[in-house]
């Protein structure tokens, strides 16, 4: 069975700064997919980002990183410039091939102005 | 792009009876969508996973016949929670699988309150 562990159940982080949150996951599949999503307030779960495995280079969307390393499993988001409205929770997510997907516990971001 | 619905927001309902929660991909065609059940504080349990014409795949431990799914168009699923019970009050959230070029993706729904008095 797939698990993602995100080790860190609260952040939080000054306006304008940057801030990473990590996760970890374990399988034993070859080809799947990562993703960040954010929950904020509302509960509507947004994407942040998508990372292939095949994919060496890491993803970025704007403001928002990761830094895949897929010999440690691990999947962590940087957040540059952080800004009040990134307050939200942000859950890790591994799919498989077959689009069966597994989520972390979640890390509670909070910015702080 | 990648916008799915989800319709009530909110229901409150007396225990015994059912509600239906309507999933929908409005731009998009979804053969694939989940539903995932979330309480306070905690992460998304996938609960179904709800295939297009045919029957829908339950993970271990959820009773299909109490949470019957039916996916009956490429854009529509439904959950129906049958007989609700105070212990089924809860936060479902669907989504729906995106087919992309570099990878499929699954875009939420905003979700749906269920309270079970």
């Known amino acids: 069975a797939q698990t993602v562990t995100q080790s860190q159940p609260e952040m939080s982080v000054q306006e304008a700064e940057t801030v990473t949150l990590s996760c970890t996951y374990d399988t034993s599949e070859s080809n799947y997919y990562l993703f960040w999503y954010k929950q904020p307030p509302s509960r509507q779960m947004i994407l942040v980002i998508r990372q292939e495995a095949y994919k060496q280079q890491n993803a970025t969307e704007n403001r928002f990183s990761v830094n895949f390393q897929k010999a440690a499993k691990s999947f962590s988001l940087k957040i540059s410039d952080s800004q009040l409205g990134d307050t939200a929770m942000y859950f890790c997510a591994f799919m498989k091939s077959n689009n069966d997907m597994r989520f972390g516990a979640g890390t509670r971001l909070t910015v702080k102005p | 792009g990648a916008v799915v619905s989800q319709h009530p927001s909110w229901v409150i309902c007396k225990s015994g009876t059912s509600v239906k929660i309507e999933c929908r991909s409005l731009d998009f065609q979804a053969t694939t969508m989940f539903w995932y059940r979330q309480f306070p504080k905690q992460s998304l349990m996938l609960m179904a996973t709800?295939?297009?014409?045919?029957?829908?795949?339950?993970e271990q431990g959820v009773e299909k016949d109490k949470f019957l799914i039916n996916h009956a168009s490429l854009t529509l699923s439904t959950l129906t929670v049958t007989s609700a019970h105070p212990e089924d009050s809860s936060f479902y959230i669907c989504?729906?699988?995106?087919?992309?070029?570099?990878?499929?993706?699954?875009?939420f729904g905003p979700g749906t309150r269920l309270t079970v008095l």
């Open positions: 989504s729906a699988l995106l087919h992309g070029g570099a990878a499929d993706t699954q875009y």
């Open positions: 709800s295939n297009e014409g045919s029957k829908a795949t339950y």
